[in-house]
Each structure stands twice: as structure tokens, then as C-alpha cells.
């Protein structure tokens, strides 16, 4: 998929992206303000966020910037009543940070490291879900996006915090799909495939990162998916 806007398919919309100081979070941060969302950016890192909002804001387009640790839970709802003071609803939720851990057998994972991946991977997502819910089915074309992998899938030997973290995703997006059938509201998940990001170099760092997908070259999908014209609903939808 490229990643040329076209024209405004976002006009208007408020949409909240977590890890959207880097990688396929900042990506699609760019692609949607250039479409004409209104882009709350959340991620831990300040400087890479207003790097960011300077980038935006050079387009002639608005953000909020949200500096935050998503295992910070309480963090979480705060920024559900921030959001509904400032905009009363929430258009688009792109659920997108996330954290490798380490490669390893299982039963020499660390406790801490364990704790983490799913923390950042599972938990926080469902305390997006549990915070912006309402907000999402006061809009009228709620569309909520989560960042899945293949690792789910796969039982791939050495990975298995991630991809245990990654298949409970999965399972707790789909239902909720589930739940919200008879909704408005539509929930998706993106399995963006082999792309070149930080987290794959972490991963394969003898990897000619060169020869990857881009970001950028994703972000069209994530559109798709999160205009009111979107009638994809409780999917793992794969980047091509």
C-alpha cells in the first residue's frame, strides 16, 4: 500500500494514536493530519512528540500532544476525560505502541520482562478500550484500529512474550468487535507485516532495513479503516 493522502478522507475527525513518536505510530500520526484529523499524538518520549507537532503544525493542521507511559493505567483515564472535555467524542482510536521484550525460551523470560510486554501490549489496550468506549459510540463513525503481528499466529520458538501479548490482543479486539456488532462503531486489526521500524531492527539487526516496507508505505490501510466510509468490522486485515 503507498501512502499518498488524497482527498481529506479525515476532514474533521479526532483521532488518538498511541506510540506516535515513532515507526508506523508516527507514520500514520502524518498521514491522518495531512487527511485532515485532528491528531492527539500519545507516546513516553516529549521531544520526539513536539519534533512531531512541529512537523504537523508546518501542514497548517492541529494536535494535542499527550506525553505518557501506558502503564501508567490511571494516566489512561485521565486522558478519557481530557479528550471528552476537550472534544465531547472520539473518532478514531489507532492502538499502536508496543514493546518486543526479549528472544529467549520461555522459561528464561524474567519475571519483569514478562510483566512489561504484556502490560504495554494487552493491558493498556484494554484500558484504552475501557476508557474510550463511550467516547468512540458518541461519535458517528467510531472506528477503532489495533496493531497486531504474525507472531501471533505462529507460535515462532524464542518469541513467546510477544507473540503471547499479540494473540491475546487479537482474541480481546474480536470480541469486542463482537460486542459492538450492532453498533456504529467498527473495530479492526492490522497485521502490518514485515516492516522497517525500530523494533525490527531490535529484533533482526543483521537485517538490511533497506529492502523493508517503509511506514509510510502502510498508512493508506489505516486510513481505510478508520473513515466513516470504512464497512470492515472484526478483522485482521494484512498490509499488502
Known amino acids: ?19 506516535a513518536s515513532r515507526g508506523i505510530g508516527r507514520a500514520v500520526a502524518l498521514r491522518f493530519a495531512t ?28 494536535t494535542t500532544l499527550v506525553p505518557t507511559d501506558l502503564t501508567d493505567h490511571a494516566k489512561i483515564d485521565q486522558m478519557g476525560a ?3 472535555e476537550r472534544f465531547g467524542r472520539l473518532d478514531i482510536l489507532v492502538g499502536n505502541a508496543a514493546v518486543l521484550g526479549i528472544l529467549g525460551p520461555v522459561g528464561h523470560v524474567d519475571p519483569e520482562t514478562w ?14 478500550i475501557r476508557s474510550f468506549d463511550p467516547l468512540l ?22 518469541w513467546a512474550p510477544y507473540s503471547v501479548s499479540k494473540a491475546a490482543l487479537e482474541t ?27 523494533m525490527r531492527a531490535q529484533a533482526f539487526p543483521g537485517e538490511d532495513a533497506a529492502k523493508l516496507k517503509t511506514p509510510e508505505q502502510i498508512t493508506d490501510l489505516f486510513v481505510e479503516l478508520a473513515e466513516p466510509a470504512c464497512r470492515h468490522h472484526g478483522e485482521i486485515i494484512g498490509s499488502v
Request: charge should be neutral; charged fraction near 20%; avoid cysteine.
Open 82 to 84: 481530557a479528550v471528552f
Open 172 to 198: 480481546m479486539v474480536l470480541t469486542y468487535a463482537a460486542e459492538v456488532a450492532k453498533t456504529p462503531l467498527k473495530v479492526n486489526l492490522i497485521d502490518p507485516g514485515i516492516v522497517g521500524t525500530a
Open 137 to 158: 459510540k458518541t461519535s458517528e463513525s467510531g472506528r477503532a484500529i489495533f496493531v497486531t503481528s504474525g507472531a501471533a499466529r505462529g507460535a515462532t520458538p524464542y
Open 35 to 62: 487527511e485532515g484529523a485532528h491528531v492527539i499524538l500519545a507516546a513516553r518520549t516529549l521531544g520526539a512528540l513536539e519534533d512531531l507537532d512541529d512537523e504537523i503544525r508546518a501542514m497548517g493542521r492541529a
Open 115 to 128: 510483566a512489561q510486554v504484556i502490560d504495554v501490549n494487552l493491558t493498556a489496550n484494554w484500558r484504552l
Open 1 to 19: 500500500m503507498g501512502g499518498t493522502a488524497s482527498a481529506n478522507r479525515l476532514q474533521g475527525r479526532v483521532a488518538l494514536i498511541t506510540g
